[in-house]
């Protein structure tokens, strides 16, 4: 069973901070998913990384797909209110179509 | 063009009682997902379809989950004598195939709580 940890669960930050969600398995998987989602709502795709290494940026964004394609990081420069959410990490074992998702990080910005 | 659509958006219903839920998904995306989540937590993989066949049905909890999809389009989630414990939000995703890095497009969910 593929099972994908993210740390930290919580996280409560002002306006103006920088964070960083980590999302990590003992899995492999082919490509690797972050979805956010607000209450009521499903989750929203923000990112797909595909490639060991690969640094993808949006606005004040960052996502990294560890070299061993294994883990992942989401880094938000400046966070917002409006970046408030649940963060999700999905992988993709390269089997079929089903997407394994992290635990989640539910993060509060405030002024 | 309009996104996935579940309805109700909220169930609450009797333990011992069948509820359906249902999901529409994008026009046009052949694969159809069905997903569980818990309290805000990460979201359970419970079954998809290609087209109105379902290849992987390995995350549905017990024999009193099923689900089926007619006309390549509306997809029905059918849980028969509900227990406490099948209290969740249920969501649906639409791909426009399965397999690789589609994206998926998540429905709003349907709330359901079992008393």
């Known amino acids: 069973t593929q099972l994908l940890e993210q740390s930290p669960q919580f996280l409560s930050i002002q306006e103006g901070e920088n964070l960083t969600v980590y999302c990590n398995s003992s899995s492999v998987f082919s490509s690797l998913q972050w979805y956010r989602q607000e209450p009521g709502e499903g989750p929203v795709l923000l990112v797909t990384?595909?490639?060991?290494?690969e640094v993808k940026k949006l606005k004040r964004l960052t996502f990294q797909f560890g070299d061993a394609r294994k883990d992942s990081s989401l880094h938000i420069t400046a966070a917002q209110p409006g970046d408030t959410g649940l963060y999700l990490c999905a992988g993709d074992g390269g089997t079929a179509s089903k997407l394994t998702f992290g635990t989640g990080t539910r993060l509060q910005v405030t002024l | 063009g309009a996104g996935v659509s579940q309805s109700p958006s909220n169930k609450v219903t009797e333990k011992g009682k069948d509820v359906e839920l249902r999901c529409d998904p994008i026009s046009g995306h052949t694969a159809l997902y069905w997903y569980r989540q818990s309290l805000g937590q990460g979201l359970e993989f419970l079954i998809y379809?290609?087209?109105?066949?379902?290849?992987?049905k390995s995350g549905l909890p017990s024999d009193r989950f099923s689900a089926e999809r007619t006309g390549g389009s509306v997809s029905t989630l059918t849980i028969q004598r509900t227990q406490q414990e099948d209290s969740a939000v249920y969501l649906c995703a639409s791909s426009l195939a399965a397999g690789g890095p589609y994206e998926q497009y998540f429905g709003p969910g349907t709330r359901l709580t079992v008393t």
């Open positions: 990384v595909v490639t060991g290494g």
């Open positions: 379809f290609q087209g109105n066949s379902a290849p992987d």
